[in-house]
């Protein structure tokens, strides 16, 4: 017995049958793929969906409908003569997306890291220090470019861990035993 899920003028649905609607284009939706072609175009057999999901051919147009409607599938034009309308669905990597922008921590706050190149640079002459601070912060600048980070934000976060080093480096000159100024 095939029932229908749709109401006899097809034009209007009552609630109970928008929410079975709902329920039934999900159903529909799952079984589409097994319709798949080799290039990925998924044509419904809708006698094979009617027979399986036990409703009628109008109820599986109107959840294909919904499906297209909200935008979950794509139709796809390459119909011939004699064949069913093809669908693909609309993954999200289809759209344009804006490139994620992907922040770093602040090295500057890792107080062990700035220490330990400030005592570094306070051991080795000045013409040297300036050679260890800029081969440095060209290291930590490939890193952060390999990671797909964002030019301004890595001009940045260069000029703002090397202040906090130079900073470190001359907190360590004036206090070497770690003692405050008197």
């Known amino acids: 017995m095939i029932r229908s899920i749709l109401t006899p003028d097809c034009r209007r649905a009552s609630p109970l049958t928008r929410?079975?609607?709902?329920r039934f284009t999900l159903s529909v939706a799952r079984?589409?793929?097994?319709?798949?072609?080799t290039d990925g175009v998924m044509?419904?057999?809708?006698?094979?969906?009617?027979?399986?999901?036990?409703?009628?051919?109008?109820?599986i147009v109107a959840a294909l409908e919904q499906l297209v409607r909200r935008e979950h599938l794509i139709v796809v034009d390459t119909a011939r003569a004699g064949e069913r309308a093809g669908y693909r669905?609309?993954?999200?990597?289809?759209?344009?997306?804006?490139?994620?922008?992907?922040?770093?921590?602040?090295?500057?706050?890792?107080?062990?890291?700035?220490?330990?190149?400030?005592?570094?640079i306070a051991r080795i002459s000045p013409q040297a220090a300036r050679l260890y601070l800029r081969r440095m912060m060209r290291v930590y600048a490939e890193e952060m470019r390999s990671r797909g980070i964002a030019e301004p934000i890595i001009e940045r976060e260069v000029d703002a861990l090397a202040?906090?080093?130079?900073?470190a480096t001359w907190a360590a000159v004036l206090t070497p035993d770690d003692q405050e100024p008197a």
Request: proline residues 9%.
């Open 89 to 120: 669905f609309a993954g999200r990597s289809l759209a344009q997306k804006p490139p994620r922008a992907v922040v770093p921590f602040p090295r500057r706050r890792q107080r062990d890291l700035v220490e330990h190149h400030a005592r570094n």
């Open 31 to 37: 079984r589409l793929p097994a319709s798949a072609d």
């Open 43 to 59: 044509r419904p057999d809708h006698q094979a969906l009617v027979r399986e999901l036990g409703v009628d051919v109008a109820a």
């Open 19 to 22: 929410w079975r609607l709902r």
């Open 163 to 167: 202040a906090a080093i130079r900073a």
